[in-house]
C-alpha cells in the first residue's frame, strides 16, 4: 500500500514520485460545478473542466444535488421577478432554502438594489436563469458534455457510517461515490471548493477511507492546489 497522503493544507508526504498520470481522471463535488455555472471562481473551475486534459466524472449524488439546486434558484428567481418591491420581498415558505442558497440569494439581491431600472433588474434575473439552464446541458445534457455520471457499484455502508462527522448528507454520499468510483479509475482526485466539510477535514476524510475501502487514499483538492500540482497543468 501506498505511503501518499494529502496532509491538511495541501502538502503531501510519500515513498515515491506522485505519478501525473494520476491527474488523468477527476471526480467533483457540486462545489465546482456551480462555480462553473456562475462564474464565482475567476475560471478556475472553466479552467479544469473545459480546458484541462483530465476526463470529468460526478456521481448520481452531484447530478441529483445540482438539479435540486437549479429547480429551488429557479423558484426564487421567478418569486423576486413577481415582486414589485424588493426590500419588502422574501423567500416564500414553500421553498426550503439551504445556507448555500441564503447565500446566493443575498448576493442577487444585492446586486439587485444597484440596477438603475425595472427592466435592469429583469434582465439581469433573466441572465441567472439562462446561466442555470445553460449549464445543466452543457455539464450533463447536450452532445460533448463536459462531465460523465458514474452510478455507485458498490456503496459502502461501513465507510458512509463512520465518516458521520462530516455534517452535510450529501457529502458524505459524495465521498462515499468518489471513493467507489476510485477503486476502479486511474485515479484517486475529488476536486471540491467546500472548505468546511471537505477540505478542512481531508486528511480523516483519507485516513477513514484508507481504512475502509481497497483503495491507497482518496486525494481531495480544490481547483487551484489540483492544477499546482499537476505538472502538465
Known amino acids: 500500500m501506498s505511503l501518499c497522503r494529502l496532509l491538511t493544507g495541501g502538502s503531501r508526504v510519500s515513498s515515491s514520485s ?49 438539479n435540486d439546486i437549479k429547480e429551488r ?3 426564487v428567481l421567478k ?13 416564500p415558505s414553500t421553498i426550503d432554502m439551504s445556507p448555500n442558497d441564503e447565500g446566493w440569494c443575498a448576493d442577487l439581491l444585492h446586486e439587485l438594489d444597484q440596477l438603475g431600472s425595472r427592466d435592469d433588474i429583469e ?34 455502508a461501513m465507510l458512509l457510517s463512520r465518516i458521520s462527522f462530516i455534517k452535510n448528507n450529501n457529502d458524505r454520499h459524495v465521498v462515499c461515490e468518489s471513493a467507489d468510483w476510485a477503486c476502479s479509475s486511474e485515479a484517486d ?35 487551484s492546489e489540483f492544477t499546482s500540482q499537476d505538472p502538465d497543468a
Open 79 to 91: 418569486s423576486i421577478y413577481a415582486c414589485d418591491d424588493l426590500s419588502s420581498w422574501s423567500p
Open 18 to 66: 506522485y505519478d501525473p498520470s494520476v491527474f488523468s481522471e477527476v471526480f467533483y463535488d457540486t462545489s465546482v460545478l456551480l462555480n462553473y455555472v456562475l462564474g464565482q471562481d475567476d475560471g478556475e473551475s472553466k479552467g479544469l473542466l473545459k480546458d484541462h486534459s483530465s476526463d470529468n466524472y460526478t456521481g448520481s449524488t452531484v447530478e441529483r444535488e445540482f
Open 123 to 156: 434582465d439581469r434575473l433573466e441572465l441567472e436563469e439562462r446561466k442555470f439552464k445553460r449549464g445543466l446541458d452543457t455539464l450533463f445534457e447536450m452532445n460533448g458534455k463536459l462531465i460523465d455520471t458514474v452510478w455507485p457499484n458498490n456503496l459502502d
Open 189 to 223: 482526485n475529488l476536486i471540491t471548493t467546500d472548505e468546511n466539510d471537505l477540505l478542512d477535514q481531508r486528511q480523516r476524510i483519507s485516513d477513514v477511507v484508507d481504512q475502509n475501502r481497497d483503495l491507497e487514499t482518496l486525494h481531495i483538492f480544490s481547483p
Open 73 to 75: 434558484r429557479e423558484k
